[in-house]
């Protein structure tokens, strides 16, 4: 069945640094995917997708590109602020959530 | 603003006891869900509503039942309290035919099983 592996966290960087958060996904066909942050205390938002092959979603700073090649979904933004703490979740169109991977950033 | 709205925010419990978690909507979606959320385990699809009139199981069911009331509104209800459902609760909606929207979020009910 369709699944969602995503790096375990938490991740702690200093404010400015690179991010890159690993996403790999299975899946029969070509499926949407998603990644959603989460505030502390707050609901899941969406922040960027990508519907096909070789798109480039791209958000708040924030960068994934569907790589089918790989199977891979891989969130980047290359200087983080401490707003942007928080939890990060992949995911595909069928419902199914990566585990999750905290983030803190540190000024 | 439009979106996903859950009452309650906060609720405790004890250990047999009953309750309904709602859920409302205001985009007009087809689709709606429900995930708890414990830690280190991300979001687990309890039940969904593909469309008004239907619900089907999703991946941990067991101890919840649920109501497709109306296009709306989505509820959840715990028949049996049980410290195990101690959990963060979201609502979502979607729309299926509509596949690159994603989901919306409700902000969550916090519950408590004592």
């Known amino acids: 069945g369709n699944s969602v592996t995503q790096m375990e966290g938490p991740v702690t960087l200093s404010e400015e640094a690179f991010l890159t958060i690993n996403c790999t996904y299975t899946a029969t066909g070509y499926p949407s995917l998603f990644w959603y942050v989460q505030y502390p205390g707050e609901g899941l938002q969406l922040l960027l997708k990508?519907?096909?092959?070789?798109d480039k979603g791209s958000n708040k700073g924030f960068e994934a590109t569907y790589r089918k090649e790989t199977t891979s979904f891989h969130l980047e933004k290359g200087s983080v602020q401490v707003s942007d703490s928080a939890v990060y979740f992949c995911a595909l169109r069928d419902m199914r959530f990566g585990a999750g991977t905290r983030l803190t950033v540190k000024p | 603003n439009a979106g996903v709205t859950q009452t309650p925010k906060f609720q405790v419990l004890k250990t047999g006891q009953s309750m309904t978690l709602q859920c409302a909507q205001d985009m007009n979606h087809n689709s709606m869900y429900w995930y708890r959320q414990d830690p280190g385990m991300g979001l687990r699809l309890i039940y969904y509503?593909?469309?008004?009139?239907?619900?089907d199981k999703g991946e941990v069911p067991n101890g919840y039942n649920v109501s497709r009331l109306n296009k709306r509104e989505f509820s959840l209800r715990l028949e049996s309290a049980a410290p195990s459902q101690t959990s963060v609760y979201f609502c979502a909606s979607s729309e299926p035919y509509r596949a690159h929207y994603g989901y919306t979020f409700g902000s969550g009910t916090r519950l408590t099983v004592v």
């Open positions: 509503s593909a469309s008004e009139g239907t619900t």
């Open positions: 990508a519907t096909k092959a070789d």
